[in-house]
């Protein structure tokens, strides 16, 4: 069981907000909190998330928080992307700038206008992209103790290979949302962020000073991130374990609207929420 979700925005600015959710487990451990990353083209309240969110808070018995991307794309209307502006001018380093926000305010109780315990031991989860952004904040920040990544991908220079020469021809990239039929802008921000910042933001080097538990949860039929990703990362970082879902896609199954679990997505947060409550709950300081 868990005590209830709730809502929390954090002010960033006079226009832009973080909005974000906790999850508080009955009977939560002290000092503890987890810590779930969308990815591109996610949202907090996209397919899975609800559910993996709860399901970790009550298995685990750690404070859960997701949250929005500043650059998601999606604001007041939770299931929209009404911001396409800001998701083409969204950066890597914006997004580990977001959940350092995060991570400051579970450490010292207060999430903008909700008040949570305070929290000096992080668990990171991230899906996709936001499996890189978990990575990157958790080689820099010594208050995490556990990262669990699903489908992760293990280089951010995909994106440069993709779509620099448009980008440096001083064209706009336009992606497809399969979902929504929307054409989502791409801009030449996150080429320049990329490039200004490739040592912080290499995800593989990254992943070889990792010196914590770090679970790889990777499907065997991802047609998005291929499992080879997830080798790649499982093979450079010291302390890693891969979690191969035979038959599982991208999404372990799911999509949006989400029409409950499946076998790949069970799986894939049990082995989570093992790993976690192993070192944040079972593991103590």
Request: with cysteine; net charge negative.
């Amino acid at each position: 069981m868990t005590g209830g979700r709730r809502p929390f925005q954090i002010v960033l600015a006079e226009d832009e907000l973080l909005r974000g959710d906790v999850w508080t487990p009955t009977s939560p451990s002290p000092d503890a909190a987890i810590v779930v990353c969308h990815g591109f083209k996610g949202f907090k309240d996209w397919g899975f998330f609800p559910y993996l969110c709860e399901e970790l808070a009550r298995r685990t018995d750690c404070l859960t928080v997701s949250f929005n991307f500043t650059g998601s794309g999606v604001e007041e209307r939770l299931e929209e992307f009404t911001a396409l502006e800001r998701f083409g001018r969204n950066t890597f380093s914006r997004e580990l700038e977001d959940l350092e926000i995060v991570l400051d305010g579970l450490t010292v109780g207060r999430l903008g206008d909700v008040r949570v315990p305070a929290a000096g031991r992080f668990g990171l989860v991230g899906h996709s992209r936001g499996g890189a952004t978990a990575l990157l904040k958790a080689s820099r920040r010594r208050q995490v103790r556990a990262l669990v990544t699903w489908a992760a991908v293990a280089s951010l220079g995909r994106y440069l290979e993709l779509y620099a020469g448009r980008w440096e021809a001083g064209e706009p990239v336009f992606i497809e949302n399969a979902r929504t039929g929307q054409q989502m802008p791409l801009y030449r921000n996150v080429m320049d962020d990329l490039r200004a910042n490739a040592e912080r933001l290499d995800v593989e080097r990254a992943a070889a000073r990792l010196d914590i538990p770090y679970l790889i949860v990777h499907g065997s039929e991802d047609e998005s991130v291929p499992l080879a990703d997830g080798e790649r990362l499982a093979m450079g970082a010291p302390e890693a374990t891969l979690e191969r879902i035979e038959g599982a896609g991208h999404t372990m199954g799911a999509g949006h609207p989400f029409a409950g679990p499946n076998p790949h997505l069970e799986r894939a947060i049990a082995v989570s929420a093992t790993h976690l409550r192993a070192v944040l709950t079972e593991g103590g300081s």
